[in-house]
């Protein structure tokens, strides 16, 4: 069915308090909430509310959860898709999914959409693109763009788009009025991880040796979707050896578990710190 394609419209209850570090990003996109919560303070002084940003960043960072946190702040409908789901498609099809995701979203604004991985529709149209290939990316690439053009930046709908390739996407998406600002959301360093860890920690029953600074310097390298991972799967291995609490151990396991995952992915671990 057409509404599969994008998540939506539903509140969410993400806030900022579950996003961990990423302060200067906070701050950045806290002035989109404020749009959210109350427009008229600043259209009625002839200010132009900016009606999109990108979030730019490696894999695993928290752009999607700091999108959703963005709506959850406001207390705002949340719409999602990913760009990846449009490679592919029959024609047609991906413009007219953009328009109706926007018509949905118009009809219930003020609202956040956003659009992961917006690289896969949004790359650059002149850079090698197979003659008569790439059709249907193109489509929902213009369908974007007129639908971004088509609604006043007092309508209430803001556009919050994640990519990892700011680059390589097409000029006509960073004017004026469409994507202008770019918000980086950067890997955690040491303390950045320390709070993911204490993010994620906290719903785990830990045994006391269970320490969130050692955990972060154990972890170089680590974005938030790992450690929140490494959590994960340190409480499963307790379980496994029936145990009451999740130890240290468990963690140290877990951390090896997710390296090896990671480098099956291919990925690399960068030395830090
Ligand atoms: P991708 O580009 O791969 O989609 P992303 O940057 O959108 O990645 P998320 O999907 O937001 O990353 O992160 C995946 C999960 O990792 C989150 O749901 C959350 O559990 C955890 N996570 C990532 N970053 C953070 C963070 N800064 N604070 C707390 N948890 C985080």
């Known amino acids: 069915s057409r509404a599969a394609l994008f998540e939506g419209g539903d509140k969410v209850k993400v806030t900022f308090k579950d996003v961990a570090g990423l302060e200067e990003a906070k701050e950045e996109v806290q002035e989109i909430v404020e749009f959210l919560k109350n427009p008229s303070k600043f ?51 991906g413009a007219a999914r953009v328009r109706d995701l926007f018509k949905q979203a118009k009809a219930k604004a003020p609202c ?78 040491l303390n950045g991880r320390t709070a993911i860890f204490q993010v994620h920690l906290k719903p785990l029953t830990l045994a006391p040796d269970v320490d969130a600074k050692r955990l972060s310097a154990q972890t170089p390298g680590f974005a938030g979707a790992e450690i929140a991972n490494v ?20 963690f140290h396991d877990a951390i090896d578990r997710v390296i090896g995952g990671l480098e099956k992915k291919n990925k690399i671990i960068s030395p830090e710190e």
Not at 53 to 72: C, E, S, Y
């Open 112 to 189: 956040i959409i956003f659009i992961d991985e917006i690289d896969a529709i949004g790359r650059s149209r002149s850079r090698g693109n197979v003659p008569g290939g790439n059709d249907e990316r193109e489509n929902t690439l213009n369908s974007l763009l007129v639908e971004m053009d088509g609604f006043g930046t007092d309508s209430g709908v803001i556009i919050l788009a994640a990519t990892n390739r700011p680059d390589t996407l097409d000029s006509a998406l960073l004017r004026p009025g469409r994507f202008d600002r770019q918000i980086s959301v950067d890997p955690p360093d």
């Open 43 to 93: 259209t009625i002084l002839g200010g132009k509310i900016p009606k999109g940003a990108l979030l730019v960043g490696p894999p695993g960072t928290g752009k999607t959860l700091l999108a959703k946190a963005v709506a959850g702040e406001a207390d705002v409908p949340f719409f999602s898709l990913s760009g990846s789901d449009f490679v592919e498609m029959f024609v047609g099809v």
């Open 231 to 250: 959590c994960n799967e340190a409480a499963l291995i307790a379980a496994r050896r029936d145990k009451k609490m999740v130890t240290m151990q468990d």
